[in-house]
């Protein structure tokens, strides 16, 4: 059974930043794609940026520039380093493992996911 679990989120004034983290509980972490996603309430969750191994990254448009996810195979930890917040990117976030090596957008390409942990961006 894999765990994930997320931390880092909170509360933060536009413009800010913040630093999510997600720890996995074993090592078969290194070989699988994971991702970041977030979800508001009423709507669908949505990917925010996928990691197969460092310098192989994709981000969604509306964080390219803003957002950077990388990933500590041997701490078993990956992270998503969130700058220039605005007020549209609150969400509950959440990591997820993806089912093999290769990264994937929709959600179902994801079997394992964290609790999720909510930032909000208000001024």
């Known amino acids: 059974q894999v765990h994930l679990a997320e931390s880092g989120g909170g509360s933060v004034q536009p413009g800010g930043s913040l630093r999510l983290s997600c720890a996995a509980s074993v090592d078969t972490y290194k070989h699988n794609c994971m991702a970041w996603f977030r979800q508001i309430p009423g709507k669908e969750r949505e990917g925010v940026a996928l990691i197969e191994r460092p310098g192989n990254e994709e981000y969604a448009a509306s964080v390219k520039g803003r957002f950077t996810i990388s990933r500590d195979n041997a701490a078993n930890t990956l992270y998503l380093q969130m700058n220039s917040l605005k007020p549209e990117d609150t969400a509950t976030y959440y990591c997820?493992?993806?089912?093999?090596?290769?990264?994937?957008?929709?959600?179902?390409?994801?079997?394992?996911w964290g609790q999720g942990t909510q930032v909000t961006v208000s001024s």
């Open positions: 997820a493992r993806g089912r093999g090596g290769a990264c994937y957008w929709p959600s179902y390409s994801y079997n394992y």
